[in-house]
């Protein structure tokens, strides 16, 4: 077992490494992300930023900030208008090229996230993971992750879990530089986006788990 100065060094080492991975990252992307910006507003209009409370580390709250990829429109039906409807051209491309992720390095710079970690899910879910589940927010969230790698989401929501979970028991600062570069192959190949009829996953319903598009606006994993 590591003592606790060890792993209070690691702790530092890995937020040293998210500061400056975060800031080399966002002085390469800024046009890009400039760019995407205005296609945001002139395609869909304001906000550009899409703003929703997630669970970070032992589930404490923060905002987390993405590119907005969805239209927001009237109400249909029980569960609203499903994702897939919602999505938009430029929102489809922003989300296969995980350019929509980018404001997330926002995130990482004021501590709320990690590059990597299990990724934010939403809020309502906290209340529906199992203890062994809920044992994925024992780190700080991640823009990419074990389970992203590893299919993102094209794997069914226990699949995800245990890979997170797997993550939490065995991190360490080569893990996390060997999913970093996953995530870029990853990226380039385009894997994993959705399940089949869906804009990414269906909701998570807990020991239920039955399909059917989330209700929370881009509650994409």
Request: aromatic share 8%.
């Amino acid at each position: 077992m590591k003592s606790s100065h060890e792993l209070e060094l690691r702790l530092s080492l890995k937020r040293a490494i998210d500061v400056v991975g975060a800031l080399v990252c966002l002085l390469i992307v800024s046009p890009i992300m400039l760019l995407a910006a205005l296609g945001v507003l002139l395609a869909m209009g304001p906000p550009i930023l899409f703003r929703q409370m997630r669970p970070g580390l032992r589930g404490q709250p923060f905002v987390l900030y993405k590119f907005r990829t969805m239209l927001d429109l009237p109400q249909e039906g029980r569960y609203g208008v499903p994702d897939a409807k919602r999505l938009t051209r430029l929102g489809r491309f922003l989300r296969t090229t995980s350019l929509d992720e980018l404001p997330g390095l926002f995130n990482v710079l004021r501590g709320e996230m990690s590059l990597v970690g299990p990724r934010p899910l939403l809020m309502g879910y906290l209340e529906r993971y199992s203890p062994e589940q809920a044992r994925r927010h024992e780190v700080k969230p991640g823009i990419t992750g074990w389970a992203l790698v590893n299919g993102r989401n094209a794997i069914t929501w226990d699949e995800k879990f245990k890979l997170d979970v797997w993550y939490v028991d065995h991190w360490s600062l080569w893990l996390d530089l060997k999913i970093l570069a996953m995530t870029v192959w990853k990226i380039l190949k385009r894997e994993g986006i959705s399940q089949p009829g869906h804009a990414t996953m269906p909701e998570f319903l807990g020991a239920q788990d039955l399909p059917g598009d989330s209700s929370a606006n881009e509650g994409r994993s």
